[in-house]
């Protein structure tokens, strides 16, 4: 199956860096995925960072990507809300600049005030500035008018060097104990975001591996759609955990940089 491996899908915290920390020497790891003629994107839950943000990060470690090749949760909520209402409209937002750019770059109009009049939809990612009268709003357009209900993603929670703080997930979690209805999922491992970034490669999901470190999203979700996959050991998964993921993954490896050293060695996809 990695002999026919015609592009990477990369999770980014835990696969390209630990916080501000490139993980191994990233310019010379993306000029072996280049020399190898594969195609690459990035795929993050994050939401609250834009392109350029991201793009911005990767700079700091020397590395140098198009817009294209960046697709995150807060894109994809946007790309299903796009596709069910292609005129736009306005989204009551529980989020930050991420989630709002993507929203407003599909042609809709964020609003996260009171005085809200009837929004199409309700979409929801992690809000550091969060409080009740959002999450008040958010019950009763959901609960009492029946406006659907979106999210970036269902992360409980996201490391930090303090340890693990609620993501978005903890969020959502008080929107559905208050209106009794589970969001709509953008990311991982709903299939929405890796058939974006598989769109952007113009491969189809076997020719695409997905290197992650969290089984439950990057592996979970990838298998789902038919993706081949391989768990780096750099971020949250364990090798007793990745070894006893079911179904099997493809590949093990400590990093990525060892992950393209195993390829180049067994001349599977990087030869």
């Known amino acids: 199956m990695l002999k026919n491996i015609r592009a990477l899908i990369l999770d980014m915290d835990g696969v390209l860096w630990r916080q501000d920390a490139p993980i191994g020497d990233l310019p010379a790891i993306f000029d072996r995925i280049r020399a190898c003629n594969l195609k690459v994107a990035l795929a993050t839950n994050n939401a609250t960072k834009t392109v350029a943000m991201f793009q911005d990060k990767l700079s700091t470690f020397g590395v140098v990507l198009e817009d294209w090749q960046i697709v995150s949760s807060a894109m994809a909520v946007a790309d299903l809300l796009q596709k069910r209402y292609p005129d736009g409209g306005e989204v009551f937002t529980i989020g930050e600049t991420g989630l709002i750019d993507a929203l407003k770059e599909r042609g809709f ?12 939809a309700v979409a929801a990612g992690l809000d550091r500035t969060i409080n009740y009268a959002k999450l008040r709003t958010a019950t009763l357009l959901i609960r009492n008018q029946g406006v659907p209900f979106y999210a970036s993603n269902s992360d409980r929670s ?26 709509i999922i953008a990311g991982k491992p709903k299939p929405t975001l890796f058939e974006l970034c598989l769109d952007r490669l113009g491969t189809s999901a076997k020719e695409t591996l997905m290197v992650g470190d969290r089984l439950e999203t990057d592996i979970a979700g990838a298998q789902a759609v038919g993706m081949p996959t391989a768990v780096v050991l750099s971020g949250i998964s364990t090798v007793e955990m990745a070894k006893a993921w079911r179904p099997k993954v493809d590949l093990i ?5 060892c992950l393209l050293t195993l ?8 030869g």
């Open 263 to 270: 390829a180049s060695k067994d001349n599977s996809f990087c």
């Open 109 to 120: 109009t964020p609003i996260s005030d009171d005085a809200v009049r009837q929004p199409v």
């Open 158 to 183: 996201f490391p930090t060097p303090e340890g693990q703080v609620p993501g978005a997930g903890a969020i959502l979690a008080s929107i559905v104990a208050a209106t009794d209805v589970e969001p």
């Open 253 to 257: 490896a400590e990093d990525l940089e």
